[in-house]
C-alpha cells in the first residue's frame, strides 16, 4: 500500500489472534499453490483472477481486493514491467513471460495477503535471477523480524542485499499492518537503516512485500489509476509474505506448500 502510516498506533495482537491470522494466511497461500499450474501461455490474466475468485469463495472467504477503493477484480496480476496492482483482463500469457499474483482472502473477518513469481513457460535468465533475488530479499526481511529489532532493520536488510546484487528497490510501495484490516499501521518500508523505525514486538502481525526492479527504482501510475509500472520498463518482480511477531522471532502465516522459512 501507499499512503503515511507514521501517525497510527500498530495494533499488538493477542496468542488468541494467532490463530484465525493462521487460517487466513494458509488460505490465501492455497490459493497461490492453487492458481500455479494454470499460469501457462494462452491463459489471460482475466481467467486466472476468475479461477481464483470462485475458489475463495467456495472457500467461504471473500476476495480483499475486488471494490477496495474501486479496484475492480479479485487479485492483482502484474506482468513484467508491471510493479504491482495490475488489473486482470483479456491480456493472453505469452512464453517468457513473468508475473506476479497478489491474493488477499477476508476469512473469518482476518485477512490473509501473499503473492509470489510465476513464469508462463521459459523465463530468461536475467528475469529468473530477478526473482530469485526478490524472492531471497524477502527471506532476509523475514530473518531481520523479530523482537527488540526494529522495522528500519528489516528494510536495511532487504535493500542492501538487493543493491548487492545490482538491482533496485520501489519505493512508492511498501508493506503493511494487516490483520482485521487490509492496510494497518506501519508502513513497512523495503529500504532503510538498521535501528530506524518503530521496535518490533510480539503480537504484530503485518505483510513484507518487496518489489525489485532489474533497472531504475521509479515507477507510474497508468490512466487506470491502478497499474503501476517501471518508468524505465525494465522488468519487476515481487514477494510477499504476512507474518506475526512471536517471543523469539515470527510466524509466517502465508507459507507455500513445501515452503520451509527459518524464523528463529
Ligand atoms: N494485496 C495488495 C497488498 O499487498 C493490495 C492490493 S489493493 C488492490 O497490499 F486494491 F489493488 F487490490
Ligand atoms: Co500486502
Ligand atoms: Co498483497
Known sequence: MDGAAEDRQ??????????????AGALAAEVLDMIGPHVRPGITTGELDTICHEYILAHNAI?????????????CISINHVVCHGIPGDRALMDGDVLNIDITVILNGWHGDSSRMYVAGTASTKAKRLIDVTYESLLRGIAAAKPGNRFGDIGHAIQTYVESQRFTVVRDFCGHGIGQRFHAAPNVLHFGRKGDGPLLRPGMFFTIEP????????????DDGWTAVTRDRSLSAQFEHMIGITETGCEVFTLAAGERIPTT
Open 211 to 222: 518489489m525489485v526492479n532489474a533497472g531504475r527504482p521509479e515507477v507510474k501510475i497508468l
Open 63 to 75: 476476495p480483499a481486493p475486488l471494490n477496495y477503493r474501486g479496484f475492480p477484480k479479485s487479485t
Open 10 to 23: 500498530i495494533t499488538i495482537h493477542t496468542k488468541a489472534d494467532f490463530a484465525p491470522m493462521r487460517e
